[in-house]
């Protein structure tokens, strides 16, 4: 079982809709979640990071966490095309690392 | 920007040399890692640098090696150089071990292709 795992994608939505992305991870003991962007040929740039259980909003974009079934979710409102990207999740593991995610890409579409 | 950099930009070696990759974390940031990330792959943790002890190691063989400095800028090293050590290397530093706070900030990237 790999330790965090993402949908591949590609997602495609409609601009304007609502971009929904989900993460799982193994570590129980794992405290820490990150949602990351990152563009075509470029580092990943961080967008959110959750803590504890239930939501955090950020303007068009709400981390959803429950620890309980060790997942973790990152929904983008109001899709732009300018958001078309892959979208990483990493989780800190109870090791101290952080271990992301293989990537889920979004495309949105005008 | 992050303040986060990395040099060089783009490297070619050849299979069997020896390559050192650099970079200079945020200000404030005593927490060091790095990352090698395939083409259409998520980043894989190499290791990670507390105030310049190794603190963290991914599954990397002993030839992938580094160094965190006083200065909490860090090196990672790469020993006999395989075609499968063609990818981006990133470096990432955060507030880190002691502080609670692991949001982590990526530099731009070094991309290494071994032919």
């Known amino acids: 079982q790999k330790e965090v795992e993402q949908n591949s994608g590609p997602l495609s939505v409609p601009e304007g809709a609502i971009a929904s992305l989900n993460c799982t991870y193994s570590d129980r003991g794992s405290q820490s979640f990150f949602w990351y962007r990152q563009y075509s040929g470029k580092s990943p740039e961080l967008i959110m990071s959750i803590y504890s259980n239930g939501d955090k909003e950020d303007g068009r974009f709400t981390a959803q966490l429950n620890k309980a079934s060790q997942y973790v979710s990152l929904l983008i409102r109001d899709s732009q095309p300018s958001d078309s990207a892959t979208y990483l999740c990493?989780?800190?593991?109870?090791?101290?690392?952080?271990?992301f995610g293989p990537g889920t890409s979004l495309s949105v579409i005008p | 920007e992050t303040g986060v950099t990395q040099s060089p930009t783009h490297l070619i070696k050849t299979r069997g040399q020896q390559v050192t990759l650099r970079c200079s974390s945020q200000s404030g940031h005593n927490t060091v890692s790095w990352y090698q990330q395939a083409l259409g792959q998520g980043p894989q943790f190499i290791f990670q640098?507390?105030?310049?002890?190794?603190?963290g190691r991914g599954n990397f063989p002993p030839r992938f090696s580094g160094l965190q400095f006083p200065n909490y800028s860090s090196e990672l090293n790469v020993n006999a150089l395989e075609l499968d050590d063609s990818a981006l290397y990133l470096c990432?530093?955060?507030?880190?071990?002691?502080?609670?706070?692991?949001?982590?900030?990526f530099g731009p990237g070094t991309r290494l292709t071994v032919t």
């Open positions: 640098y507390y105030r310049e002890e190794e603190n």
């Open positions: 990432a530093s955060s507030p880190g071990s002691g502080t609670g706070i692991y949001e982590q900030y």
């Open positions: 990493a989780v800190k593991s109870s090791y101290d690392k952080v271990i």
